[in-house]
């Protein structure tokens, strides 16, 4: 990236007008939209500055963080103490893990301050959610489309990836451990693997890229 192209896009994220640097569509925000991860950037008083789509899919939801009049928060109000520390902390240049719960489920989410080119932008924070699970990335589908696995052996890479054991899955499948074997086999021959380890590893390091139906949403 050239000089000019670099003070360029400083300038307009410290003026706030990330429109100008792809407009129209706001490039980063069409980035960011494609993150599996939901991804909220805030002030340091909760106020929302941008939602990426996965983030907007699960405040929808309302289960452990919810957004009204412009502004973040936790549903739990046990919650509500704890996301307001992590906001003073980032302010003050410092990072922090938090888990916030609601409505049987939990959320993880790092909090993040952006880095301050100016003093006079007002400090920005990132709420960077937890992927739920690996299969639940865009990538899973085409991970499985390039290697031609069935739908069931697809399947069954799902349920390897949530940690579940060989009589697990054949209990939760309702077929014979046998079967579960058999597909697991068929499954580290296909990826060229060399168990069931280096296999879900795979999985696991795929990039984070939202599935199409949810990427397309504006």
């Known amino acids: 990236m050239n000089s000019l192209l670099d003070s360029s896009l400083v300038e307009s ?3 706030g007008d990330t429109q100008s640097l792809d407009s129209p569509p706001d490039l980063l925000a069409l980035l960011v939209d494609a993150l599996a ?3 909220v950037v805030v002030t340091a008083r909760g106020q929302v500055v941008h939602v990426n789509q996965a983030a907007r899919t699960e405040l929808s939801c309302g289960r452990a963080l919810s957004e009204a009049r412009g502004g973040i928060y936790a549903v ?4 509500r103490r704890v996301l307001q520390n992590a906001l003073i902390q980032a302010a003050s240049g410092k990072r922090s893990l938090i888990n916030l719960s609601g409505g049987g489920s939990s ?3 790092a909090v993040v301050p952006l880095k301050q080119d100016s003093d006079g932008w007002e400090v920005r924070i990132a709420l960077l959610f937890a992927r739920a699970e690996v299969c639940e ?3 899973f589908g085409f991970f499985a489309r390039s290697y031609g696995l069935t739908q069931t052996e697809e399947q069954v890479l799902a349920i390897l990836c949530r940690g579940l054991s060989t009589p697990e899955i054949a209990v939760q499948l309702k077929v014979a451990v046998s079967t579960v074997r058999s597909h697991v086999r068929s499954l580290c021959a296909k990826t060229s693997s060399s168990g ?3 296999l879900v590893n ?3 390091v795929l990039p984070p890229v939202a599935p199409l139906q949810l990427a397309q949403i504006h």
């Open 13 to 15: 994220l410290r003026s």
């Open 202 to 204: 795979r999985v696991a």
């Open 76 to 79: 739990e109000p046990g919650d």
């Open 137 to 139: 990335s865009g990538m």
């Open 196 to 198: 069931v380890r280096e």
């Open 107 to 109: 959320l993880s989410l």
């Open 37 to 39: 991860h939901g991804v």
